[in-house]
């Protein structure tokens, strides 16, 4: 117990001399300025502070210890006014001092302390006098040391006191001392009025060392400079020696003319091997600043080898040397990060969201040299807010505390922003070139960022990762959410907050509810145990290692991921049934996941286990007939304690259906019972330990129909790509030919068909025409059907391989209409879900997007506008519905595959939204996979499909924070590009560009009339119809100004006039949002006039402001913003 308190007291007496150290030094920067003080009113007349000896500072490194210096002081004072006895004479010291035998072990001015009687000695009037009767240390108000002398006997006005203090006054440590004269003060008990005196304590060597030249090239003839604080005063008579580093030879004699100290030729200057002795002409005074030259034409070259090198200083008249560093580098140029370590630096996001840049110089850079910063177009320097005052420069001398703001700020180019440092800039080589700037990125994502300086011409490229703090994205799908079950699959899907390398072993961390029984084997030291990887799939591909944990109450599994993971990229975790995972009791329980140990970025999500007591299907009993009805959908409901009832009908719930007899009766997945031949059945349907059965009965056909005999069967498609860790199996379809010329699907084995694969070490085929990659290698897969047979070609790519040959399809172009293929799926809102079609496309709905639980269905359907030639489909036209209406939360993602081979090579697969009400089909975009696959985001359901679509690249668009916007209205005709490729999102846009954008937007007709503005001249021919079909409409007007009505088509259009355009198209089209109060920032500025609309748009979620909460009602629109504001208005309008 006693050794925990003193541990204790030990921390707490280290914390506070921390404390009091750095205080010290705050306020000994603030001391060494002398703040002259007259003493009016002071009860001394004068007084002065004088060494015995020189006074050096303390804390020199000497043999292992720190020296201490103690100087033997005199305190001389003429008093003003006769000071009694009892009175204190108090001679305030600066901050740092210290005392011999000072108690505390940290050196902190402790008081009531005694100074030893054989320490002080006291002449008052030229007589030796016992004056005090205690003398002792006490600190003043601000915590400056202070030394107070009680007096016995009075002193009369107008005596002279001399206290001599020897062997006690400990000066302070020489670090974060400023180069300046020491103040020092005396008052008494009976008057605080202090009168000041300025007493000198130097450095051991000179100060502020910095030696500078003329070029930093290799082996270049160079002038020198060396700059320097003078400590003791430097005579005629004293001597200044220069040692310079190795590397550089001295000429054998150097001519006094070339050497200047303070532009002064020196008296002489002697070359004593890799020293140069100067010889001052005049005196240098203490504390002053001296700068001594040496001209190019005295030949002294710079060291040949790039790297760091150091000169040292000394002087006749003081006791140590001062060193100081230089950087050499290339004579071709060199970047920031050709320093000795190759330390190439870093940008990255600080504590408080700015950017910072750091950086290890290879050469000095001081005051006037300029910093260039490069980003990627139309990112963090394409705000011309960005200010000398928004940009923070650290001191480059190693300092604690400092720092600048630049000079002046250029702007070289939208991307590209330069800055000057200041005049009091100095930075050593080997210290960092640290700076700050604000961070304007909106988009998550990495950037190379270049900095170059005046000194280091060559580009210097880092990247900067913007990323979000946590994971996104983050979901749980166990096979079935059943309380208790057993061997259940679970699939966690996320995009991580950081890139994944699979080289470096890297893995993604997820916190399992302890409750959820993970049967694995763990070592009893680590409480960690093995998953078989096999057992756990990374994106399809089998994790490196799957390490599970269950210790102090936590149970973790760590997953390694087998292959690189992008940042934000879809990662699905798959844990197979197999390894034996036990659902938790009744109860909701929470998940969370983070990449590696950053546990700060978790995300976390929780799932609902559900306890059941049995299950009932219905219909009970299901009569069929051949040739009427064929099918019947059964649905199944499982009870819960609380007597309450589920659907749980779909696959998702785990539900399985088995047929008795399936050459009567067949059933789906999702319980769908489908007539064959004339008899009985029993379908057993089985939902955890529960099953219930409905029996079937299948009438035969009032009248037989006509015999048919199959001519042919065909299998597709004919060629399939499969990729390891990607797309890695494939649903074949098989039609057989009938003599009656009618087509049948044969796909099923109840069909008679089966399958063989030629090597099924690397593709094996399963009963019902599903094709699985094994490895990589060709297959051939054979169908036949009867006497007649069909074959398919299989490759089986490796993991990052491109297919090897394009994929060829059978999607038909004409627009002819399509065999009518479907799915249907239950989906629960709270946990979202994938519905595939297989070869046709897919949606994945996001956890809470569907308002309600209901069902998602995929359709091929013919094509809806058949007469539209003027491009050819090039995947089927599929309908993407839902049971829960036509209002998502979130978007959804759909993904169609399509026939590559139908689009040229300058065209793009791209996905199309077709429009009923226009009647047209209208570009969506997407993103494009190597396996045949077209996937982007919708915020509404419809008819979608594959069409070609031209490349629409603006160079200056990556990683904008408009790019979807922009992609989508381009690809829709609304926005165009310049000549350059470039799109300019930062620029204003005119009014008459703005009406032809919205004009293109809704398809608006003209009907004709001409329109009448006293400017009409100044529109040009392609904003005519724009500009009289939007008058038409009533959206916008003009000016009316000197009677006449101006429409002003090159005037830029402000955030305000285009809110009000944008809320007439919502009023035209009878949209009235209600999302709640809008409430801007600068709300007060917004005129009347434009207030209503503002409000409008904002409910519509057309606007939502600057990220300050400001809509800035008078800024000019610019493109990006009316590529957003625009498309936000489709959206709105589900155009």
């Given at each position: 117990?006693?050794?925990?308190?003193?541990?204790?007291?030990?921390?707490?007496?280290?914390?506070?001399?921390?404390?009091?150290?750095?205080?010290?030094?705050?306020?000994?920067?603030?001391?060494?300025?002398?703040?002259?003080?007259?003493?009016?009113?002071?009860?001394?007349?004068?007084?002065?502070?004088?060494?015995?000896?020189?006074?050096?500072?303390?804390?020199?490194?000497?043999?292992?210890?720190?020296?201490?210096?103690?100087?033997?002081?005199?305190?001389?004072?003429?008093?003003?006014?006769?000071?009694?006895?009892?009175?204190?004479?108090?001679?305030?010291?600066?901050?740092?001092?210290?005392?011999?035998?000072?108690?505390?072990?940290?050196?902190?001015?402790?008081?009531?302390?005694?100074?030893?009687?054989?320490?002080?000695?006291?002449?008052?009037?030229?007589?030796?006098?016992?004056?005090?009767?205690?003398?002792?240390?006490?600190?003043?108000?601000?915590?400056?040391?202070?030394?107070?002398?009680?007096?016995?006997?009075?002193?009369?006005?107008?005596?002279?006191?001399?206290?001599?203090?020897?062997?006690?006054?400990?000066?302070?440590?020489?670090?974060?001392?400023?180069?300046?004269?020491?103040?020092?003060?005396?008052?008494?008990?009976?008057?605080?009025?202090?009168?000041?005196?300025?007493?000198?304590?130097?450095?051991?060597?000179?100060?502020?060392?910095?030696?500078?030249?003329?070029?930093?090239?290799?082996?270049?003839?160079?002038?020198?400079?060396?700059?320097?604080?003078?400590?003791?005063?430097?005579?005629?008579?004293?001597?200044?020696?220069?040692?310079?580093?190795?590397?550089?030879?001295?000429?054998?004699?150097?001519?006094?003319?070339?050497?200047?100290?303070?532009?002064?030729?020196?008296?002489?200057?002697?070359?004593?091997?890799?020293?140069?002795?100067?010889?001052?002409?005049?005196?240098?005074?203490?504390?002053?600043?001296?700068?001594?030259?040496?001209?190019?034409?005295?030949?002294?070259?710079?060291?040949?080898?790039?790297?760091?090198?150091?000169?040292?200083?000394?002087?006749?008249?003081?006791?140590?040397?001062?060193?100081?560093?230089?950087?050499?580098?290339?004579?071709?140029?060199?970047?920031?990060?050709?320093?000795?370590?190759?330390?190439?630096?870093?940008?990255?996001?600080?504590?408080?969201?700015?950017?910072?840049?750091?950086?290890?110089?290879?050469?000095?850079?001081?005051?006037?040299?300029?910093?260039?910063?490069?980003?990627?177009?139309?990112?963090?320097?394409?705000?011309?807010?960005?200010?000398?005052?928004?940009i923070h420069i650290e001191s480059g001398m190693g300092l604690e505390m400092g720092g600048y703001s630049p000079a002046s700020v250029t702007r070289l180019a939208d991307n590209q922003l330069q800055f000057e440092l200041p005049p009091e800039y100095y930075l050593i080589p080997d210290y960092s070139l640290v700076f700050f700037m604000p961070n304007r990125f909106?988009?998550?994502?990495?950037?190379?960022?270049?900095?170059?300086?005046?000194?280091?011409?060559?580009?210097?490229?880092?990247?900067?990762?913007?990323?979000?703090?946590?994971?996104?994205?983050?979901?749980?799908?166990?096979?079935?959410?059943?309380?208790?079950?057993?061997?259940?699959?679970?699939?966690?899907?996320?995009?991580?907050?950081?890139?994944?390398?699979?080289?470096?072993?890297d893995f993604i961390t997820l916190n399992l509810p302890t409750q959820l029984k993970v049967p694995v084997i763990l070592d009893p030291i680590t409480h960690s145990g093995t998953i078989d990887p096999n057992l756990v799939l990374v994106n399809g591909v089998p994790a490196k290692e799957a390490i599970y944990t269950n210790n102090f109450g936590m149970s973790i599994?760590?997953?390694?991921?087998?292959?690189?993971?992008?940042?934000?990229?879809?990662?699905?975790?798959?844990?197979?049934?197999?390894?034996?995972?036990?659902?938790?009791?009744?109860?909701?329980?929470?998940?969370?996941?983070?990449?590696?140990?950053?546990?700060?970025?978790?995300?976390?999500?929780?799932?609902?286990?559900?306890?059941?007591?049995?299950?009932?299907?219905?219909?009970?009993?299901?009569?069929?007939?051949?040739?009427?009805?064929?099918?019947?959908?059964?649905?199944?409901?499982?009870?819960?304690?609380?007597?309450?009832?589920?659907?749980?009908?779909?696959?998702?719930?785990?539900?399985?259906?088995?047929?008795?007899?399936?050459?009567?009766?067949?059933?789906?997945?999702?319980?769908?019972?489908?007539?064959?031949?004339?008899?009985?059945?029993?379908?057993?349907?089985?939902?955890?330990?529960?099953?219930?059965?409905?029996?079937?009965?299948?009438?035969?056909?009032?009248?037989?129909?006509?015999?048919?005999?199959?001519?042919?069967?065909?299998?597709?498609?004919?060629?399939?790509?499969?990729?390891?860790?990607?797309?890695?199996?494939?649903?074949?379809?098989?039609?057989?030919?009938?003599?009656?010329?009618?087509?049948?699907?044969?796909?099923?084995?109840?069909?008679?068909?089966?399958?063989?694969?030629?090597?099924?070490?690397?593709?094996?085929?399963?009963?019902?025409?599903?094709?699985?990659?094994?490895?990589?290698?060709?297959?051939?897969?054979?169908?036949?059907?009867?006497?007649?047979?069909?074959?398919?070609?299989?490759?089986?790519?490796?993991?990052?391989?491109?297919?090897?040959?394009?994929?060829?399809?059978?999607?038909?172009?004409?627009?002819?209409?399509?065999?009518?293929?479907?799915?249907?799926?239950?989906?629960?809102?709270?946990?979202?879900?994938?519905?595939?079609?297989?070869?046709?496309?897919?949606?994945?709905?996001?956890?809470?997007?569907?308002?309600?639980?209901?069902?998602?269905?995929?359709?091929?359907?013919?094509?809806p506008s058949p007469n539209q030639s003027e491009r050819a489909n090039s995947s089927r036209f599929v309908a993407f519905t839902s049971s829960t209406g036509s209002v998502l939360n979130k978007p959804i993602q759909i993904s169609l595959q399509y026939n590559s081979s139908s689009i040229a090579p300058e065209l793009k697969p791209a996905v199309y939204e077709y429009?009923?009400?226009?009647?047209?089909?209208?570009?969506?975009?997407?993103?494009?996979?190597?396996?045949?696959?077209?996937?982007?985001?919708?915020?509404?359901?419809?008819?979608?499909?594959?069409?070609?679509?031209?490349?629409?690249?603006?160079?200056?668009?990556?990683?904008?924070?408009?790019?979807?916007?922009?992609?989508?209205?381009?690809?829709?005709?609304?926005?165009?590009?310049?000549?350059?490729?470039?799109?300019?999102?930062?620029?204003?846009?005119?009014?008459?560009?703005?009406?032809?954008?919205?004009?293109?937007?809704?398809?608006?007709?003209?009907?004709?009339?001409?329109?009448?503005?006293?400017?009409?001249?100044?529109?040009?021919?392609?904003?005519?119809?724009?500009?009289?079909?939007?008058?038409?409409?009533?959206?916008?007007?003009?000016?009316?100004?000197?009677?006449?009505?101006?429409?002003?088509?090159?005037?830029?259009?402000?955030?305000?006039?285009?809110?009000?355009?944008?809320?007439?198209?919502?009023?035209?089209?009878?949209?009235?949002?209600?999302?709640?109060?809008?409430?801007?920032?600068?709300?007060?500025?917004?005129?009347?006039?434009?207030?209503?609309?503002?409000?409008?748009?904002?409910?519509?979620?057309?606007?939502?402001?600057?990220?300050?909460?400001?809509?800035?009602?008078?800024?000019?629109?610019?493109?990006?913003?009316?590529?957003?504001?625009?498309?936000?208005?489709?959206?709105?309008?589900?155009?």
């Open positions: 117990m006693f050794s925990a308190c003193v541990n204790h007291n030990r921390m707490r007496y280290r914390r506070i001399a921390i404390i009091y150290v750095l205080l010290s030094a705050l306020l000994a920067m603030s001391w060494g300025a002398p703040i002259q003080v007259l003493g009016a009113g002071s009860a001394f007349t004068d007084f002065s502070v004088v060494p015995e000896t020189t006074a050096l500072f303390s804390g020199y490194s000497s043999g292992g210890t720190y020296t201490k210096e103690t100087p033997t002081y005199h305190f001389k004072m003429t008093t003003a006014e006769a000071l009694q006895a009892g009175d204190t004479i108090e001679i305030l010291l600066p901050y740092g001092f210290n005392f011999v035998g000072n108690p505390n072990a940290f050196g902190i001015w402790i008081t009531d302390f005694s100074v030893p009687s054989n320490s002080v000695e006291v002449n008052v009037n030229g007589s030796t006098l016992s004056l005090f009767d205690s003398v002792k240390t006490q600190r003043s108000n601000s915590w400056q040391p202070v030394i107070a002398f009680h007096l016995s006997q009075p002193v009369p006005a107008g005596g002279t006191v001399d206290i001599k203090l020897a062997n006690f006054l400990i000066t302070p440590d020489y670090h974060h001392v400023p180069a300046t004269a020491s103040q020092f003060a005396a008052s008494t008990s009976s008057n605080s009025v202090l009168r000041t005196a300025l007493s000198n304590i130097y450095f051991r060597s000179v100060v502020n060392f910095r030696p500078d030249m003329s070029t930093y090239a290799a082996g270049a003839n160079a002038s020198y400079q060396f700059k320097f604080t003078v400590m003791q005063q430097i005579m005629p008579t004293d001597w200044i020696t220069l040692k310079f580093p190795a590397g550089i030879a001295l000429p054998a004699s150097m001519d006094a003319s070339k050497v200047k100290i303070g532009g002064v030729p020196v008296a002489a200057a002697n070359v004593a091997s890799d020293k140069l002795q100067l010889q001052p002409s005049q005196p240098l005074t203490s504390y002053s600043d001296a700068l001594i030259t040496i001209d190019d034409s005295a030949l002294v070259a710079n060291p040949a080898v790039p790297g760091y090198y150091a000169f040292e200083i000394s002087t006749s008249v003081d006791q140590q040397a001062a060193s100081g560093r230089f950087g050499i580098i290339p004579t071709g140029g060199a970047s920031l990060a050709d320093n000795p370590y190759s330390d190439k630096g870093y940008v990255e996001i600080n504590y408080d969201g700015n950017l910072r840049f750091r950086f290890t110089s290879p050469t000095i850079l001081k005051g006037g040299d300029t910093v260039t910063v490069t980003s990627p177009a139309g990112t963090v320097l394409s705000d011309t807010a960005i200010a000398a005052t928004d909106v988009q998550y994502g990495a950037y190379d960022i270049q900095v170059t300086t005046s000194q280091t011409v060559k580009p210097n490229t880092v990247p900067l990762m913007i990323t979000p703090d946590t994971v996104q994205q983050f979901t749980i799908l166990p096979d079935n959410p059943w309380a208790g079950e057993t061997n259940v699959p679970y699939t966690f899907s996320l995009q991580p907050n950081e890139p994944l390398v699979a080289a470096d072993d599994l760590r997953v390694t991921v087998p292959q690189d993971i992008p940042l934000l990229g879809k990662t699905d975790i798959a844990v197979s049934g197999n390894a034996g995972w036990m659902n938790p009791e009744e109860g909701t329980y929470a998940f969370s996941v983070y990449p590696k140990y950053a546990s700060s970025s978790s995300a976390s999500a929780s799932v609902q286990y559900k306890k059941i007591t049995g299950i009932s299907a219905a219909p009970q009993t299901v009569q069929l007939k051949l040739g009427g009805k064929v099918s019947q959908q059964l649905k199944v409901l499982a009870q819960q304690p609380d007597n309450s009832v589920l659907d749980v009908t779909d696959a998702v719930y785990r539900t399985a259906y088995m047929s008795s007899d399936s050459t009567v009766a067949t059933v789906t997945a999702d319980g769908l019972i489908e007539a064959r031949q004339a008899g009985t059945s029993i379908i057993t349907v089985t939902s955890g330990i529960y099953s219930d059965t409905v029996s079937v009965t299948v009438e035969k056909a009032d009248v037989a129909p006509p015999a048919t005999e199959i001519t042919a069967i065909t299998a597709a498609p004919r060629s399939v790509q499969l990729q390891l860790g990607d797309k890695v199996s494939q649903q074949l379809t098989v039609t057989a030919q009938q003599s009656n010329n009618s087509v049948k699907d044969v796909t099923g084995a109840v069909d008679g068909t089966t399958y063989r694969s030629s090597d099924s070490t690397v593709a094996s085929v399963t009963a019902a025409g599903l094709i699985e990659a094994k490895q990589a290698g060709i297959a051939v897969i054979t169908v036949t059907n009867n006497a007649h047979s069909d074959t398919v070609n299989v490759t089986v790519n490796p993991i990052n391989s491109g297919p090897s040959t394009p994929p060829s399809s059978s999607i038909g172009t004409t627009g002819a209409a399509e065999d009518p293929l479907s799915v249907e799926k239950e989906i629960i809102a709270l946990l979202g879900g994938t519905v595939t079609l297989p070869g046709v496309g897919s949606v994945m709905i996001p956890p809470e997007a569907l308002p309600v639980d209901g069902k998602v269905k995929i359709a091929v359907q013919a094509n429009n009923r009400t226009i009647g047209k089909w209208l570009y969506v975009g997407g993103v494009v996979s190597g396996n045949g696959t077209v996937t982007v985001e919708v915020n509404n359901w419809g008819i979608f499909a594959v069409f070609p679509a031209e490349h629409h690249v603006f160079n200056d668009m990556n990683g904008h924070w408009s790019a979807q916007y922009v992609d989508r209205l381009a690809g829709r005709d609304v926005v165009h590009g310049f000549e350059d490729h470039t799109f300019r999102p930062d620029q204003s846009v005119t009014r008459a560009q703005l009406v032809k954008m919205i004009a293109d937007a809704l398809a608006l007709k003209a009907s004709g009339t001409p329109i009448y503005f006293a400017d009409s001249d100044l529109l040009q021919n392609w904003a005519k119809d724009a500009v009289a079909r939007a008058v038409e409409e009533g959206l916008i007007q003009g000016y009316q100004e000197k009677g006449k009505s101006w429409f002003k088509p090159n005037q830029p259009l402000t955030r305000a006039e285009l809110a009000v355009i944008l809320a007439r198209v919502l009023d035209r089209n009878a949209v009235h949002a209600t999302k709640g109060e809008v409430a801007f920032t600068d709300q007060k500025d917004i005129p009347k006039w434009a207030q209503p609309a503002v409000i409008a748009v904002s409910r519509a979620n057309i606007v939502s402001g600057y990220p300050d909460g400001s809509f800035r009602q008078g800024g000019y629109v610019t493109r990006a913003e009316a590529a957003k504001m625009i498309y936000m208005l489709l959206e709105s309008l589900h155009a």
